[in-house]
């Protein structure tokens, strides 16, 4: 592949498919999970969520061989499109700030690292949970999958 794949149009078209989703999935979840006492719980558990299961689908994908094929398609369409817009650190960011702003530093510092150290744990435990996985399924062979 000569050109980045940020210029073929295949693939920019399956990120937003897959964004279309994540961002329906977040705000969806959204409306239903609590939020108690205006504390941003919804955006915690939607973005540990989004780390573990990138952290599983990345690392799931590696060690089934390049990043090619499917593999790069659902990379492209579930790692960077439905979780990348499932995820939201816009959302943590402002939502942060208000805690801040509101008067409640216990609650903003307690928000940042359960968000930050929590996200980092997920992403761990996600790619532990995959590399369990791999090594206890045979790899099948992927027959489909090419240089592009």
Same mark, same amino acid.
């Given at each position: 592949?000569?050109?980045?794949?940020?210029?073929?149009? %295949?693939?920019?078209?399956?990120?937003?498919?897959?964004?279309?989703?994540?961002?329906?999935?977040?705000?969806?979840?959204?409306?239903?999970?609590?939020?108690?006492?205006?504390?941003?719980?919804?955006?915690?558990?939607?973005?540990?969520?989004?780390?573990?299961?990138?952290?599983?689908?990345?690392?799931?994908?590696?060690?089934?061989?390049?990043?090619?094929?499917?593999?790069?398609?659902?990379?492209?369409?579930?790692?960077?499109?439905?979780?990348?817009?499932?995820?939201?650190?816009?959302?943590?960011?402002?939502?942060?700030? %208000?805690?801040?702003?509101?008067?409640?530093?216990?609650?903003?510092?307690?928000?940042?690292?359960?968000?930050?150290?929590?996200?980092?744990?997920?992403?761990?435990?996600?790619?532990?949970?995959?590399?369990?996985?791999?090594?206890?399924?045979?790899?099948?062979?992927?027959?489909?999958?090419?240089?592009?």
């Amino acid at each position: 592949m000569s050109r980045p794949l940020h210029l073929y149009p %295949q693939y920019l078209a399956l990120v937003a498919a897959g964004g279309v989703f994540g961002t329906l999935a977040r705000y969806g979840l959204g409306l239903v999970l609590p939020a108690p006492g205006h504390w941003p719980l919804p955006t915690l558990l939607v973005n540990l969520s989004g780390a573990f299961a990138l952290g599983w689908l990345l690392e799931g994908l590696a060690r089934r061989g390049p990043d090619a094929g499917r593999r790069r398609l659902l990379r492209l369409t579930a790692g960077t499109g439905f979780l990348g817009a499932f995820t939201t650190y816009s959302t943590f960011s402002l939502e942060a700030v %208000q805690l801040f702003d509101a008067g409640r530093q216990a609650d903003g510092f307690g928000y940042l690292a359960a968000s930050l150290l929590g996200g980092t744990v997920a992403t761990f435990l996600g790619i532990l949970a995959a590399g369990r996985r791999t090594e206890r399924a045979p790899q099948a062979a992927d027959t489909k999958d090419g240089a592009r």
